[in-house]
């Protein structure tokens, strides 16, 4: 065997990301309606922000929207389920993937590569063995399946454990796992409700600051 295969690399969330405590899943019908939610988002104090492969041409834009937003946000692709979709993604420049599935050797490809990862599941074994791989941090999903409690259930075995919760996680949510030692919460739709399909993105922004605030409380 060898050395890295007994010392799985381990790369660190990036640093805006481990911050913030906060990654905002943005699952378009389009890559074409980024860029007014981003807009808002970005304003509104968001640092990392996940664009997820089932939106189409997600990678194709991927390099302008990292233009226009990376010097002050990280921005991860996500729903990353094969190799050849983590070796794309991180060739357009990705700061960190994200994936559904527990697979190690999706964790092995991308750290080798230099790139962050967060491989998810739901089990102790499928959340252990990608944090063994060298995760830097592993998804509980669906979370709203187990609620908060559940980290300090994990945390007993696997104390070193660091994890994101994803998955229904809504305000008071994201307060609760936070609470419970979550490394970051990564919310979706209780924060975007209809802005990408055209909602009004002033509330968008008030939404955004009350997440942002509440995040912030725990830094």
């Given at each position: ?20 405590k906060?990654i ?10 980024y860029?007014?939610?981003l ?14 492969l ?20 990280d921005?991860?692709?996500?729903t ?9 993604a991180?060739r ?14 999706l ?5 080798r590569?230099g790139?962050?990862?967060v ?12 944090w ?11 979370a709203?399946?187990v609620?908060?409690?559940y ?5 007993g075995?696997f ?6 919760p994803?998955?229904?996680v809504?305000?008071a ?10 490394a970051?919460?990564s ?11 055209g909602?009004d ?19």
């Open positions: 065997m060898t050395g890295d295969t007994l010392t799985p690399v381990r790369l660190d969330l990036p640093a805006r990301t481990a911050a913030a906060l905002v899943v943005v699952r378009a019908s389009d890559a074409a309606d860029d007014g939610v807009d808002v988002l970005v304003e509104a104090g968001i640092r990392s922000v996940e664009l997820t089932t939106t189409p041409d997600t990678l194709a834009r991927l390099p302008e929207l990292l233009e226009r937003f990376g010097d002050v946000a921005v991860g692709v996500g990353v389920v094969d190799r050849a979709q983590v070796d794309a991180v357009a420049g990705a700061h960190y993937l994200v994936t559904p599935v527990a697979d190690p050797d964790v092995t490809a991308a750290t590569a790139v962050p990862i491989p998810g599941g739901l089990t102790p074994t499928e959340l252990f063995g990608a063994r791989a060298g995760a830097a941090a592993v998804k509980i999903f669906p709203n399946v609620g908060p409690g980290l300090k259930d994990l945390r075995p104390p070193g454990i660091a994890a994101v994803s998955g229904g809504d305000l949510g994201a307060a609760a796992w936070l609470k419970a030692g979550a970051a919460v919310v979706g739709g209780p924060l975007l409700g209809d802005a990408l399909r909602g993105l002033a509330a968008l922004r008030d939404r955004t600051s009350q997440f942002v605030s509440l995040c912030g409380e725990t830094t």
